[in-house]
Structure formats: C-alpha cells, structure tokens
C-alpha cells in the first residue's frame, strides 16, 4: 500500500482481517479539515526550525490549499486502503505535492499528538453549536415563562400534589440547570484549550518544533505542559461527554414531564401538530414523539458516557490503540444533540398551555395544608403542633369529601383554638403563592425577577 504511514520494518503487508479491524476513516474522516489545519500550522514550525526554506514552505501550504479545496469538493476522499484521516491525507498531499516535498511534513509529528489535538479542535468548534442550541431550548422555556405571568399550577412532589407553584417558576426550574450545562460547557473549554500538537508519539520533539506556535495557530491558548498527558489523556472527550449526557438527562426531565403533561388524564398542554406524530393505525392519535426521543436519546448520550470511561480505565500511559475508540461515542454524542436540541426547542416553543385546568387543579389535593400550618406557625403556635392541626383539617375534609376551604368557622374551631377566620387568608392560591416571597420563591413578584435574571443570563451566556 503506497499511501501506509508505516512499513518498513515489515516483510508483509497486514491481513485484511486487520487492516478491516484497524480502520477508522468512515469516522474520522469528519476530521480531514482540522487535520489539514493542523498540517498547515506544523508546516509553518517546520520553516521556523529551517526544516522547510522558504519555497518549500510555501510549496507545502500551497499544496494543502489544493487538498483542503479537493476534500471541500468532494474530489478527494478516503481510499479503501486508507488505514485513517491521517494516512488518507498524506497519500492527497504527495499525490499534489510530490513524494520528496510531501513526505517531508511527517518529521515531528506522530498521528497521537495529531489525533489528540484534532479531537480537541472538533470538539472546541460543536461544543459552539451545542451551546447555541441548548440556549434555544432555554429560550423557549423563558418565553413561555414570561407569555404566563400569574398562571398557577399544582407543583409536585413523589408526583403527588404537592404546593401550588406559578407555570412560570416550573418552567424555569427546567431552564436553570441547562443554564448550568452552558457554563459547564464554557468552564470545559477552558481546559480544553492546550494543544497536544508537539508532544510527538509521547516524548516530545527533538526537531526544535514549537508547541507554542502551532498551539496559537490552531486557536489554542497554550500547549499542552506533558507531552505523554498530552497524548494519552482523554479526560477532555470524557468530560465533554459528561455534559452532553447531563443535557440529555435535563432534557428527558422536561420531555417526561410533557408526555405526562399531553395525556387526556392531564391535559395540561396541546402539542402543536408540526411537533407531533400520528398513528399508522389509529386515526386519532397525536403522539408525543419528540418528547419520547428526547427521553430515549439520553439514555443513548449516557451509554456514550459510559462506553469511553471504560474504555480509558485501566489503560497505561501513554498512546494505546484502544483511544481510538474514544471518537465514535462522543460524535455521536455531538450528532445526537445537534439533532436533537432544534426539535426540542421548537417542541417547547410552541406548547399551548391550558391554564385554566392548571389553574384549577393548583389548590386540589388539600395542596393549601402547607399554607394552614404556616399560618399557625405565624400566630405563634409551634409547628410541630401547627402540622398536626393542619392534617386534622385535611383528615375531616378527607372524611367528608370537601375540600380545606369548605370548613366552616365552627368546623375550624372545632378542629383547634387556633385556626380563627383569619386562616381564610391563605386558604386560596393567590394567597399560598403571594406568600412564597423569599428568593427562589414562587411568589409573583420573585418570579418577576427571576424571569429577568433568566433573560439576563441568556442576553449574556
Ligand atoms: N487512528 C488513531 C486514533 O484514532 C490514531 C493513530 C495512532 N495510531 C497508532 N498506531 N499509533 O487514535
């Protein structure tokens, strides 16, 4: 095989039954415009160091513009033969540079440093987009936030009814922690800003290449300080994929909550028919098809997760070729999301929220008794007694089937010398929410501003 990076201390060429198990270019091909970058940038220390004058400098970038046009095009393409991206596009660029200027650029560098180093370029460049993207999804929950100001809804816990909350405050319980994962996205990019480039196959360079140089030019902030960590680390894919798994399990949360939501049982929203599907067989259906990707999708992004962690444990330092199983899971981590975050987004955004029915259901399930005892508790009465009292009521109206604000003044005074008339006050859910006025409470006027520290962050992230 003329294109092979490797050979000479072979007898034979390699089996097909290995080169078929060896060969990655159906994924890493995805690579080929960061690769012929990073050749540039290489090319570039080898003039620096004198290891290319200046017409073969030049001849060499030249010769990589035809090849980076060539791929762009479609007119160059990994060969069958072709062990990866890497062995791919030094065969393009012989074929368009000759064998003595285009087999010159391999000095210094290893496919380890190349590989760590492109991984780390294409994963800086889609953790962009992923972040465009979950900020779609956030953008979505603070505009149907903000389109229901004082809407109320039973807030839930165990799934049973629980306090009444405001539609806005839920909504935003779901935009905070993918705020989160946008920062976590932000934060990993700062350590994914070293670039392996120049540690070699794991001891560095003896050539007099600078890091420093290709580390800037590939738009890093700094080279990598260990050259075998260089190589042979993949904590920065890991933690990628981390986040990538957190944003699926934060968007399954939501999805879960929305197949519930669009049940008859709930009826709490209507799915816009652009992001629902039907039924082949059953001509009423309106099903919740996004909302279940998205929830079965997170599992996908956790076996991602998953699959790479075992795949790094237990390996020694420094480059083994079980790495290259590092790249498949976390494209398609990336691939996953890119997909997916459009759909949710959109899903979102349009939701049409019954908030009459919300509104009704937000004080049932005796959800107020939480407001009885605290009003106790503020006449003074201690709360373990306050508690008791408060189940008191909701024993009686359970026994004969009324709801807490059914009791009459005598059955109050019956209950406790404590619960006076004025225990009204709290019995609605206006006055259960008004009341909820610390911060981080779901108060109205809390919410407000919480609202605006979400737009806020969002104008900013
Ligand atoms: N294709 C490999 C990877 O993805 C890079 C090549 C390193 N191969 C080697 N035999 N050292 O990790």
């Known amino acids: 095989n003329a294109g092979a990076l490797w050979g000479g201390r072979f007898a034979g060429g390699p089996a097909d039954a290995l080169a078929a198990l060896s060969k990655s270019t159906h994924f890493d091909w995805r690579l080929a415009r960061h690769d012929i970058e990073g050749s540039r940038a290489h090319a570039r220390v080898l003039g620096a160091a004198g290891l290319l004058d200046d017409e073969q400098l030049a001849g060499m970038l030249a010769a990589l513009d035809v090849l980076d046009a060539d791929v762009e095009a479609g007119r160059f393409g990994p060969a069958p033969d072709d062990e990866d991206v890497h062995a791919a596009l030094e065969r393009g660029l012989i074929e368009r540079a000759g064998t003595e200027l285009g087999g010159r650029l391999r000095a210094g560098r290893s496919r380890n440093d190349q590989i760590a180093t492109l991984v780390r370029m294409y994963l800086r460049e889609h953790a962009r987009l992923v972040a465009a993207g979950v900020l779609d999804v956030v953008d979505a929950l603070v505009a149907q936030a903000a ?275 004025g225990v009204r006050s709290v019995l609605s859910v206006e006055g259960s929410l008004a009341s909820r006025d610390a911060v981080g409470g779901t108060a109205p006027s809390r919410v407000g501003e919480q609202l605006a520290l979400a737009e806020q962050t969002l104008a900013e992230a």
């Open 147 to 421: 389109a229901h100001p004082g809407a109320a809804m039973p807030g839930r816990t165990h799934l049973q009814h629980a306090q009444p909350v405001l539609l806005a405050h839920h909504l935003l319980a779901h935009a905070w922690p993918l705020l989160r994962d946008v920062a976590r996205l932000q934060d990993w990019d700062a350590r994914a800003a070293a670039s392996p480039y120049g540690s070699g196959a794991l001891a560095g360079t003896s050539l007099g290449l600078d890091p420093a140089a290709v580390a800037r030019d590939l738009g890093f902030e700094r080279p990598v300080e260990n050259s075998i960590d260089g190589t042979a680390a993949r904590d920065v894919v890991a933690e990628f994929s981390f986040v990538a798994a957190m944003i699926g399990v934060d968007l399954s949360r939501l999805a879960e909550e929305v197949v519930l939501w669009a049940t008859k049982e709930f009826s709490f929203v209507t799915l816009d028919d652009a992001y629902s599907t039907g039924s082949s067989i059953m001509p009423q259906k309106k099903n919740p098809d996004v909302a279940e990707l998205a929830r079965g999708k997170a599992g996908r992004l956790i076996g991602d997760l998953t699959g790479l962690l075992a795949t790094l444990k237990g390996l020694p330092l420094a480059y083994n070729r079980d790495l290259q199983e590092d790249k498949e899971p976390v494209f398609d981590a990336v691939d996953t999301l890119e997909v997916l975050l459009p759909a949710v987004a959109g899903m979102v955004a349009t939701l049409q929220f019954h908030t009459d029915r919300l509104a009704a259901l937000a004080p049932q399930g005796f959800a107020l008794a939480t407001d009885v005892a605290e009003w106790l508790v503020r006449q003074g009465v201690p709360f373990r007694v306050a508690h008791e009292v408060a189940g008191a009521c909701v024993r009686e109206c359970e026994e004969r089937g009324i709801e807490l604000w059914d009791l009459a003044d005598d059955d109050l005074a019956a209950i406790s010398e404590h619960l006076t008339p």
